[in-house]
Nanobody, 115 residues
C-alpha cells in the first residue's frame, strides 16, 4: 500500500518562502505523474503543480512564476519550492498522483501566510 507523507509547511510572512516535501513509501514516482494540491478553508481542493515522469511541469495560473515542482526518483520524493508567498496561498497542501488516486491522499501539511 502506497503512503505519501507531506512535510515542510509552517507559518511564513507574505513574500517569504517554503519548501514542501512529499515522501512515498514505495517507488511510485517513476510510474505516476505527480502533483501538488491544496485546499483552503471553505474551498474545494485544487491542483497547484504537476510533474511528469519525464520531469515536464505545469502550474496553475495562480502560482506560475512563484512555485517550482521537482522530483528525486532515487529518494522517492517530490518537492514544491514556494517563493513570493501570498496570504491567498494559505491552505493545506497535499501531494498525489495526477490525476489523483483516492487511496493516495495523505494528511497534508499546513501552510499559513500571514504577517
Amino acid at each position: 500500500q502506497v503512503q505519501l507523507m507531506e512535510s515542510g509547511g509552517g507559518l511564513v510572512q507574505p513574500g517569504g518562502s517554503l519548501r514542501l516535501s512529499c515522501a512515498a513509501s514505495g517507488s511510485i514516482f517513476n510510474v505516476y505523474t505527480m502533483g501538488w494540491y491544496r485546499q483552503a478553508p471553505g474551498k474545494q481542493r485544487e491542483w497547484v503543480a504537476v510533474i511528469g515522469r519525464g520531469s515536464s511541469t505545469n502550474y496553475a495560473d495562480s502560482v506560475k512564476g512563484r512555485f517550482t515542482i521537482s522530483r528525486d526518483n532515487a529518494k522517492n520524493t517530490v518537492y514544491l519550492q514556494m517563493n513570493g508567498l501570498k496570504p491567498e496561498d494559505t491552505a493545506v497542501y497535499y501531494c498525489n498522483a495526477f490525476p489523483s488516486i483516492p487511496q493516495f491522499w495523505g494528511q497534508g501539511t499546513q501552510v499559513t501566510v500571514s504577517s
